[in-house]
């Protein structure tokens, strides 16, 4: 067995607190003994471990946005939704002429 360990440094803060921790990830990898077999690589059994300690540190801050901005991205929803209402209704528009101006050439 041969493990990975992987420790970054991490710190909350929600304006009150900061609380120090750590975040890590382990990888795992197996290889399968078979001594039975004679053309196969003999590799070392045991159990190794390596560590990996990231240099930086990753803070992780809550803060509030202010009511100003909630209103301009409200805006800018708002505003995105009339742009492609109005969008969809000239492509309808358009499909819908084309499809009388074609119907009209045929009827006469």
């Known amino acids: 067995y041969q493990y990975d360990i992987h420790v970054i440094p991490t710190s ?4 009150v607190e900061e609380i ?3 975040q890590y990830s382990v ?3 197996v290889k399968a003994v078979d001594a039975r077999n004679p053309n196969y690589e003999a590799a070392a059994s045991g159990l190794w471990m390596s560590y990996d300690f ?7 801050t809550s803060s509030r946005k202010s009511l100003f901005h909630f209103f301009t991205e409200c805006c800018a929803i708002l505003g995105g939704i009339f742009a492609f209402s ?4 000239n492509f309808a528009h358009q499909i819908h002429k084309s499809l009388d101006n074609g119907s009209r050439g045929v009827l006469e």
């Not at 909350?12 to 304006?15: E, I, R």
Request: charged share 30%.
């Open 20 to 22: 120090p921790s750590h």
């Open 27 to 29: 990888t795992e990898y």
């Open 86 to 89: 109005g969008m969809l209704d």
């Open 54 to 60: 990231t240099p930086f540190e990753v803070r992780v």
């Open 12 to 15: 909350y803060d929600d304006g």
